[in-house]
């Protein structure tokens, strides 16, 4: 069974950066395709950023298009999601998620993921 945890989150002033790691256990990440999705109160969760098994492509929502960055180290069984220029809006519960299907059109879909972590909370405030 696949085991997600996600760590980083925390308490930021608007433009500050935090870096998010989801650390995976159970079996090796390079099998697996990665994202990380958000819900803020009373929203929908949805797709911030993802990536293919072995890192070649990833796609990214417009919202944090040139602010956010994927990453993963599958040596270490780890995906990062920096985060630069933080503002109110992205105040949220980060999940990541993985599964072991990948295509660039449906990989900031919930439904394109099997396994999930249990979210770290991310707060941008002043």
């Known amino acids: 069974q696949l085991q997600l945890v996600e760590s980083g989150g925390g308490l930021v002033q608007p433009g500050g950066s935090l870096r998010l790691s989801c650390a995976v256990s159970?079996?090796?990440?390079?099998?697996?395709?990665v994202g990380w999705f958000r819900q803020a109160p009373g929203k929908e969760r949805e797709g911030v950023a993802c990536?293919?098994?072995?890192?070649?492509?990833?796609n990214l929502a417009d919202s944090v298009k040139g602010r956010f960055t994927i990453t993963r180290d599958n040596a270490k069984n780890t995906v990062y999601l920096q985060m630069n220029s933080l503002e109110s809006e992205d105040t949220a519960i980060y999940y990541c998620?993985?599964?072991?299907?990948?295509?660039?059109?449906?990989?900031?879909?919930?439904?394109?993921?099997?396994?999930w972590g249990q979210g770290t909370q991310v707060t941008v405030s002043s």
């Open positions: 159970g079996y090796a990440l390079g099998s697996y395709a």
């Open positions: 990536m293919s098994r072995m890192g070649s492509t990833t």
């Open positions: 998620a993985a599964d072991r299907h990948f295509t660039t059109v449906s990989c900031r879909l919930t439904s394109s993921y099997g396994y």
